[in-house]
Nanobody
Framework: VQLQASGGGSAQTGGSLRLSCAAS????????IGWFRQVSGKEREGVSC????????HYLESVKGRFTISRDVDNSVFYLQMNSLKPEDTAVYYC??????????WGQGTQVTVSS
């Protein structure tokens, strides 16, 4: 199982970015998928998760209404659409997959930088 994240970059406050995670070796409708982020010196935190079985989604309170997780099962890609970005969203973002929104496989990080 491998995950490959892409789509990070720089944006201004209020802007948008879309992160992608290409998966190989697993079906996205059989595992939960998620996005996490980490700021240097702080613990990694969960941003969003989508259940593999019922499409249920969960979001970190601070990103609700701004971020949307989605998946394309046929093409084995999942996404994190990030709108209305804030400087506090600046972090390295990681995609992950595993049962019950518990990450077992990680992709490499992708940097997101939001300037004010």
């Amino acid at each position: 199982v491998q995950l490959q994240a892409s789509g990070g970059g720089s944006a201004q406050t209020g802007g948008s970015l879309r992160l992608s995670c290409a998966a190989s070796g697993l079906r996205l409708d059989q595992y939960s998928i998620g996005w996490f982020r980490q700021v240097s010196g702080k613990e990694r935190e969960g941003v969003s998760c989508m259940s593999g079985s019922d499409d249920g989604t969960h979001y970190l309170e601070s990103v609700k209404g701004r971020f949307t997780i989605s998946r394309d099962v046929d093409n084995s890609v999942f996404y994190l659409q990030m709108n209305s970005l804030k400087p506090e969203d600046t972090a390295v973002y990681y995609c992950a997959a595993g049962p019950e929104c518990v990450p077992k496989t990680w992709g490499q990080g992708t940097q997101v930088t939001v300037s004010s």
